[in-house]
């Protein structure tokens, strides 16, 4: 099966609070309105690496009207050493800068290795830790247009008592999809932070465990 990309606007964001003046849904709204909104303007979504994207642009379960890149953004990919000891990471750091980084491999040789084992070497040179925190569950359901599963808005997890031999057997109803990344797990165990800013600038921190929704909160 072969799906087209429909068109999209390039937008190329200078600073955080342009992108998120332009961004007007998540990928996780986008999937769930995709078949009660037709027409080619499907709202503005963040790119990152892109990995997680692209792949949802060619199934076709993402038609945003416009793409808002974060590549331009200065000092979205730094890794500084903060003055209180701890460890800021922009969410445009790439997994492979990660893996390498002398401070991150002596001091949290965890999430260090966790990173150097995920994907290829071809994605952990484009993927970023923004991209993969956020990336959406991996099950095949959820990922193929053919089924309008639980998590975009349905009726039914297929997962339950179909194909579910790589999803969760703890917690698992209403919906048994499992977390795909693994530096999030560790971030998780690590106790890290997350900051968020919106379009006019206002910062909001929030522990990334908190930051995670689960099914039993809201399924999509």
């Keep these: 099966r072969r799906n087209a990309m429909n068109r999209f606007s390039w937008v190329r964001a200078k600073t955080i609070s342009e992108a998120a003046s332009i961004s007007s849904t998540t990928v996780a709204e986008a999937m769930t309105a995709i078949d009660d909104e037709p027409g080619p303007e499907k709202g503005a979504l963040l790119k990152a690496g892109g990995i997680d994207l692209l792949d949802l642009l060619k199934e076709g379960l993402v038609q ?14 730094a890794i500084v050493n903060e003055s209180d000891g701890s460890l800021r990471i922009g969410a445009m750091a790439t997994l492979a800068s990660l893996a390498a980084h002398p ?13 150097a084992a995920s994907a290829s070497p071809q994605i952990r040179n484009v993927a970023t830790l923004g991209g993969n925190l956020l990336q959406r569950p991996r099950c095949w359901y959820f990922r193929a247009a053919e089924y309008r599963c639980l998590r975009k808005g349905g009726e039914h997890c297929f997962a339950i008592s179909g194909e579910n031999q790589y999803h969760a057997i703890f917690n698992n109803m209403p919906c048994a999809i499992v977390h795909p990344s693994t530096a999030a797990t560790v971030l ?8 968020l800013i919106n379009n006019n600038g206002k910062v909001r921190q929030s522990l990334l465990e908190e930051f995670f929704v689960t099914p039993q909160e809201d399924v999509t």
């Design 103 to 115: 401070l991150l491999r002596r001091r949290y040789p965890a999430l260090s290795a966790a990173v």
């Design 64 to 77: 945003p009207g416009t793409v808002v890149s974060l590549r331009e953004i200065p000092q979205l990919d």
């Design 188 to 195: 998780v165990a690590l106790g890290a932070t997350l900051e």
